[in-house]
Nanobody, 124 residues
Framework: QVQLKESGGGLVQAGGSLRLSCAVS????????MGWFRQGPGKDREFVAA????????YYADYVKGRFTISRDNAKNTVYLQMNSLTPEDTTVYYC?????????????????WGQGTQVTGSS
């Protein structure tokens, strides 16, 4: 069973930074594509960033390009999301997800495993 646990969320002033972490249980982390998504109340789940199993390919939603960076450490079974220049519009719950195909994807339907989410709040 694969389990994901996010951490690092919190309250930050506009223009500030946060780094989210997602620790993944299981021996096959290094074969998974990983993604970060976000979802607010009453809204659809929204793609943020994804990374391939090796870390060689990364993908970003247009609205985070140049501000957010996804990375992974396969030795630590952890994926990260560095978020800079946060705005109040980034306020929502962020989820990490694991994809067994390994290539990374912007579609939440391609991910079989999900964490429980971590709240990020950007104050004005």
């Amino acid at each position: 069973q694969v389990q994901l646990k996010e951490s690092g969320g919190g309250l930050v002033q506009a223009g500030g930074s946060l780094r989210l972490s997602c620790a993944v249980s299981g021996r096959t982390f290094s074969t998974y594509g990983m993604g970060w998504f976000r979802q607010g109340p009453g809204k659809d789940r929204e793609f943020v960033a994804a990374i391939s199993w090796s870390g060689g390919s990364t993908y970003y939603a247009d609205y985070v390009k140049g501000r957010f960076t996804i990375s992974r450490d396969n030795a630590k079974n952890t994926v990260y999301l560095q978020m800079n220049s946060l705005t109040p519009e980034d306020t929502t719950v962020y989820y990490c997800a694991a994809q067994s195909m390994g290539y990374g994807s912007a579609s939440h339907r391609d991910y079989a495993y999900w964490g429980q989410g971590t709240q990020v709040t950007g104050s004005s």
